[in-house]
């Protein structure tokens, strides 16, 4: 094992994972994980981390590499995180609060406002709804705000001592013209006339953030001074851990949320903003769908029924014809954001005699996850984006089944890329690229792989769920209202600060 080594961290909701490339081998060399949960007790919506317990599990993550190579030979780091968190820092750079994540829609009410005063959507997760949140709730934490910072950059000061974004993760925010790569001072001054002064700089793709420092070093075993990766937020790492560095590659990701991106040479608009604007973190764009609603809701399924894990509950799903003998599963656990319905939850419909079987149920689950994933598909089609070929990555990748329904119910071919972790990948190859130079998407060619063969369309299969797309719309309308199938588009308005 003789060439340049670069460790690439993904600092997740459920866990941290961690992978070291060797980049002339064209293979990890090293991998590690550390698992942790949401705070518990807190109101419902609320979902929050402390950002400790993430640097606690970066550093066990480091501690368990190191017991398999020499991390003296790591060149560069990147870092990868969940998107849209909300870390507040005062003037002495101590964490307020703990953070609200993606997944907390407690915030609902400041996003409406938002939208309202700005004239176009902002998501209940997005972080510029949860500072407007801690601005009317927890006044005094508010006074004391001094930084604003989202999870992996938080990371990244740990790591340099340096307070940075990139426009990938930043466009997440709400805060940031996608366009423009700008902080737009319309939306800050909205929330509070001082918000903007609280946002560090913005840095390219391609520009380390700072050097590791000599703290981060006697903590995580890591050479002092090695350029750390502005890295980016987990989509933008995935995108690049799956080779969506040029047009025609889209990627979906199962993980607790579900996300179908694909890279664009210009900026993709949706009018009525349910498709996200985002920026890449190679210099690109990612126009993104996001559901709140994936993997946790299989997990939900398991616990309703004791001495089953999913492994059982696939195998029993598979005996099950699809469309689950009528059984339909609206998925909508943690509320929804396409649709936009952040305060929904979850429904069964068309129970009879023998449907509540565990395979039964589970069937209908990965259905309806399918189904509402295929929703924004659509709207993804109709900007203009091409998604015949689909990567599938993320922890819920690994299910055959689900895979097979994906391909039937999108109409796609699905390929499963062999390193599941594309996000942590995405941060190491991006840590490569500022070192080594040159294009990160032929060093994308070179490093992601496939597992298996493509899972192509069943013509049948795809027409029965063409039908039964309709019958899962139509009880989502019944169900949340009309306006959970066509939102009007907020009107413009001139910003002003919320009251």
């Known amino acids: 094992m003789s060439g ?27 991998r590690a994980s550390s698992s942790y949960e949401l705070i518990g007790g807190l109101p419902p ?6 950002p400790d317990t993430w640097w606690n599990a970066v550093r066990e993550c480091a501690r368990a590499l190191g017991k398999q190579l020499d991390l003296g030979r790591v060149r560069a780091v990147g870092v990868s995180g969940q998107q849209h968190g909300f870390v507040a820092l005062d003037a002495g750079m101590r964490v307020i609060r703990p953070a609200k994540l993606w997944c907390d829609t407690s915030t609902a009410a400041e996003a409406r406002e938002l939208t309202r005063v700005l004239g176009r959507h902002v998501p209940a997760g997005f972080t510029a709804s949860k500072i407007l949140w801690l601005k009317r709730h927890e006044p005094e934490h508010f006074a004391r705000l001094a930084h604003v910072l989202l999870p992996h950059d938080w990371i990244n000061w740990k790591l340099t001592g340096e ?34 002064a609280k946002l560090p700089r913005l840095v390219a793709p391609d520009e380390p953030v700072g050097r590791l420092n000599d703290e981060a070093k006697r903590e995580l075993g890591l050479p002092a001074g090695i350029p750390i990766a502005p890295g980016g937020g987990d989509n933008m790492c995935a995108a690049i851990g799956a080779g969506a560095t040029r047009p025609g590659v889209a990627v979906l990701s199962l993980g607790t949320s579900a996300t179908v991106f694909a890279y664009s040479r210009t900026p993709v608009l949706d009018p009525e903003g349910l498709i996200a604007p985002f920026c890449d973190s190679t210099g690109g764009w990612l126009p993104l769908l996001c559901v709140m609603n994936a993997t946790g809701v299989l997990h939900e399924v398991a616990r309703a029924f004791a001495g089953h894990d999913l492994d059982s509950l696939t195998r029993a799903a598979e005996r099950v014809a699809p469309g689950s003998d009528g059984l339909l599963f609206l998925p909508y656990l943690q509320g929804e954001r ?13 129970i009879r005699p023998g449907s509540l079987e565990p395979g039964r149920v589970f069937r209908a689950a990965l259905e309806g996850v399918s189904l509402n994933i295929a929703w924004g598909v659509a709207r993804l089609r109709a900007l203009g984006l091409v998604l015949d070929d689909l990567r599938l990555v993320g922890g819920g990748a690994r299910n055959a089944l689900w895979a097979r329904i994906l391909a039937d119910v999108l109409d796609a071919r699905v390929l499963c890329l062999a390193e599941t972790e594309s996000a942590a990948l995405g941060a190491a190859l991006q840590a490569a690229w500022i070192t080594r130079g040159g294009s990160l998407d032929a060093l994308a060619r070179e490093l992601v792989a496939f597992e298996g063969e ?19 719309r139509a009880a989502v309308e019944r169900t949340y209202g009309p306006r959970s199938v066509a939102r009007e588009r907020p009107a413009a308005h001139q910003a002003r600060e919320v009251e």
């Open 454 to 472: 493509p899972i192509q369309p069943e013509s049948l299969a795809s027409a029965a769920y063409q039908r039964m797309q309709a019958t899962f």
């Open 45 to 50: 919506g609320a979902a929050e981390q402390h």
């Open 4 to 30: 340049e080594l670069y460790l690439g961290f993904d600092v997740g909701t459920q866990g941290t994972k961690a992978l070291v490339v060797d980049v002339d081998a064209r293979t990890v060399v090293a």
């Open 338 to 350: 396409v649709p936009d319905l952040p305060e929904a939850t979850g429904t069964l419909l068309g």
């Open 163 to 196: 307070l940075a974004m990139e426009a990938g993760d930043a466009s997440g925010t709400a805060l940031l013209d996608p366009v423009t790569r700008r902080f737009d001072a319309r939306a800050c001054y909205a929330i509070d006339e001082r918000l903007e």
